[in-house]
């Protein structure tokens, strides 16, 4: 059974940070793309950031510079830390895990930022 399990969200004030996890299990999490989406109230869910099995990342223009996806293969855990928070940060942050066919998703973790 597979699993994904973030943690880490919250309330912030602007500017603030944070730091995302997502824990996984139940698949051989060196050999897939990690990523982290958001859903905002009202708004389709959108990328928010990637990282591949080689390392490589991606981010949304919205996000560059102030967040940071990182992957410990060892912990089967990917993090996103996230700085210089905005109220339009705010969302529903989801945990992603992809290879080829294969997709799965986390639960979910809420961010608000206040301004």
């Known amino acids: 059974q597979v699993q994904l399990v973030e943690s880490g969200g919250g309330l912030v004030q602007a500017g603030g940070s944070l730091r995302l996890s997502c824990q996984a299990s139940?698949?051989?999490?060196?050999?897939?793309?990690m990523g982290w989406y958001r859903q905002a109230p009202g708004k389709q869910r959108e990328l928010v950031a990637t990282v591949t099995s080689s390392g490589s990342t991606n981010y949304a223009d919205s996000v560059k510079g102030r967040f940071s996806i990182s992957r410990d293969n060892a912990e089967n855990t990917v993090y996103l830390q996230m700085i210089s928070l905005k109220p339009e940060d705010t969302a529903v942050y989801y945990c992603?895990?992809?290879?080829?066919?294969?997709?799965?998703w986390g639960q979910g973790t809420q961010v608000t930022v206040s301004s």
């Open positions: 992603n895990a992809r290879r080829i066919a294969q997709q799965y």
């Open positions: 139940g698949i051989i999490f060196r050999i897939y793309t």
